[in-house]
């Protein structure tokens, strides 16, 4: 066999945690949207182009600015705004220096596992969970242990937690809010984590993307800042979701600097550092006063309520969702005998709606009479989809 031809067998073997991985759910679904022409409320992310200062911001820095490579950890200017902005926003005691700027949170949640992982080390984490959580661990040794949450409460069991916790448990991925729940972990929820993270001495590595889409007046409230997680929590965050630039991939990651530095390391050999033009914007952004913060919620609000009402008055069943761009469609409640699976593949063909079955987010034993619907879009979009909804249901009674 010539070399080639072994580069190449290795190749088409690739490896074990990638060779036999289908296409993300996400992308399935807007691809299949695209070829058919159906209004997306599958994949998470806003109609708009963002908000407008931020665009000409991006836009000025891009034309006046450098466009070198900056540092690593990421500009000096977005390092410092990350901190202020969770100082008045969530009271933290955060450091420019605590965060380190990624490509996005996904970028984050990678670099925290492949610098804190090691060969057999257990991380337990919390079903529904994003799709990216399991190949990342396997991939950097990593052991996951699944504890699963269930609707209609999604609530976090202190028996199910201690019972997956063993000797080689090292770490908790959890993400709050949760998507594709759409609930807030409660306050004896977090504080149950914090105490099992200080007792077994677990690292914790939260996704708390959805930290500034939170509604009807509740407070998203950070892991970090429980007692005794100050040390031991990477928080993660990302300027996509606070200011709707999905495809910025501006994300970043808090930890004390002994966690921090490894984070760097890791971070370093992945994308190295991202736009600086982006990171200026984002700045500027964090550094906005509240109301603005606010307004963007009740934007979010409103439209969550007016699929919701246009939903319920088709005939859906549509659970509370208290955060993230995302509401829930149950099935049977709606007289619909279909799976989420098979609900989501004929609305795409017959109603022209793309949306994601719920079941996608859990590993094993899934949930399966749920269906994630984005609300993050135009009126006129969402009542044009609600229309399809509609008479698709009224087609299938």
Known sequence: MTRYSRRMTRARH??????????????????????????NLGQGFPEGAGPPDMLRAAADALLTRSSQYPPMAGLPELRAAVAGHYRRHQQLDLAPDDVIVTSGATE???????????PGDEVLMLAPLYDAYLPLVARAGGVAKVVRLTPPDWRVDRAALAAAIGPRTRFLLVNNPVNPA???????????????????????????????????????RPLIGFPGMQDRTVKIGSAGKIFSVTGWKV??????????????RAHQFLTFTTPPNLQWAVAEGLGWPADWFERQRATYQASRDRLAAGLAAAGYAVPPSAATWFLCVDLPASGIML?????????????????????AFYPADPVTHLVRLCFAKS????????ARLAAFRARLL
Do not use: K, N
């Not at 991985?21 to 058919?36: N, Q």
């Not at 984050?108 to 090691?118: C, E, G, T």
């Open 251 to 264: 994300g970043w990651m808090c930890a004390a600097p002994p966690l921090a530095t490894l984070l760097a």
């Open 182 to 220: 759409g609930v807030v972990l409660r306050e004896p929820e977090l504080a149950l984590l914090a105490e099992l993270c200080v007792t077994h001495d677990l690292i914790a590595i939260c996704d708390e993307v959805w930290e500034q889409t939170v509604y009807d007046g509740a407070a998203h």
């Open 14 to 39: 690739g490896h074990p945690v990638y060779r036999d991985m289908p296409t993300t759910i996400f992308e399935h679904m807007s691809a299949r949207a695209r070829e058919a022409g159906a209004i």
């Open 339 to 359: 799976d989420d699976a098979r609900f989501c593949e004929r609305i795409i063909d017959e109603a022209g709606v793309a949306a994601i079955p719920i079941s």
């Open 379 to 386: 009126d006129a979009t969402l009542d044009q989809a609600v």
């Open 108 to 118: 984050a949640i990678a670099a925290s596992l492949l610098a804190l992982v090691q």
